[in-house]
């Protein structure tokens, strides 16, 4: 299948298990962060958001948490499925100045041992 | 559900040749993003569009153009292909400020 990212920090999680995803963003003035999944031969796909006047979000099996202090973001995946292994990327709008220009991580690969 | 349509999912070109990517939004947004992606290099945007005929440089530029002549449709143009423009191609669209980007799935372009 085609690469995303030849030498991305990679998470191996059992079937079932959670997982976490970590990200460290770089702009304290950020106030919109998205989390994607990309999987291979694919776009990235929208998983959820948050804003800064929050500090935790739920979806359906993720939740996403914000720690405006220490500028890292994370994403917790529930009951982590085979359908879950993909390329993890978070992303931050960095210049409000500049409409909806994001700025991505470099991305972290999940793979979902059965 | 948001559509981001890119016209072709895989490109084979000569260098010096001019490369037309096109990418349509069927969602009325008005701002449109081309981005590569590299492995090790992650995302990074080359043009993006506020609205129809409006254009600003993204992070790497050089050696592309775009055209937004329609508010569905922005096209990637590049002037004179090279084989460091080989790569995977994606192109977003949003409605507003804060809110998701959507994206198509991509155009894999190998310049020989």
């Known amino acids: 299948g085609e690469s995303v990212g030849l030498h991305l920090p990679t998470l191996s999680v059992q079937e079932g298990d959670n997982s976490i995803i970590n990200c460290a963003y770089s702009?304290?003035?950020?106030?919109?962060f998205i989390w994607y999944k990309q999987e291979s031969g694919k776009g990235p796909q929208f998983i959820i958001d948050?804003?800064?006047?929050?500090d935790k979000r739920q979806g359906q099996r993720v939740t996403v948490l914000l720690n405006k202090t220490v500028k890292h973001l994370s994403l917790q995946i529930a009951a982590t499925q085979p359908g879950d292994s993909a390329v993890y990327f978070c992303?931050?709008?960095?210049?409000?100045?500049?409409?909806?220009?994001?700025?991505f991580g470099g991305g972290t690969r999940v793979l979902v041992k059965p | 559900d948001v559509k981001v349509t890119q016209s072709s999912r895989y490109l084979v070109k000569r260098t010096g040749e001019k490369v037309f990517l096109e990418c349509v939004q069927d969602?009325?947004?008005?701002?449109m993003f081309w981005y590569r992606q590299d492995p090790g290099l992650g995302l990074r945007l080359i043009y993006f569009?506020?609205?129809?005929?409006?254009?600003e440089k993204g992070d790497i530029p050089e050696g592309y153009s775009v055209s937004r002549e329609k508010k569905e449709r922005f096209s990637l143009i590049l002037e004179s292909a090279s084989t460091n423009q080989t790569s995977m191609y994606l192109c977003?669209?949003?409605?507003?400020?804060?809110?998701?980007?959507?994206f198509g799935d991509g155009t894999r372009l190998s310049i020989l």
């Open positions: 977003a669209s949003t409605y507003r400020v804060n809110q998701p980007q959507h």
């Open positions: 702009n304290s003035a950020s106030d919109y």
């Open positions: 948050i804003r800064s006047n929050m």
């Open positions: 992303a931050e709008n960095i210049d409000k100045a500049a409409g909806n220009k994001l700025t």
């Open positions: 969602m009325d947004h008005e701002n």
């Open positions: 569009s506020y609205d129809v005929k409006m254009k």
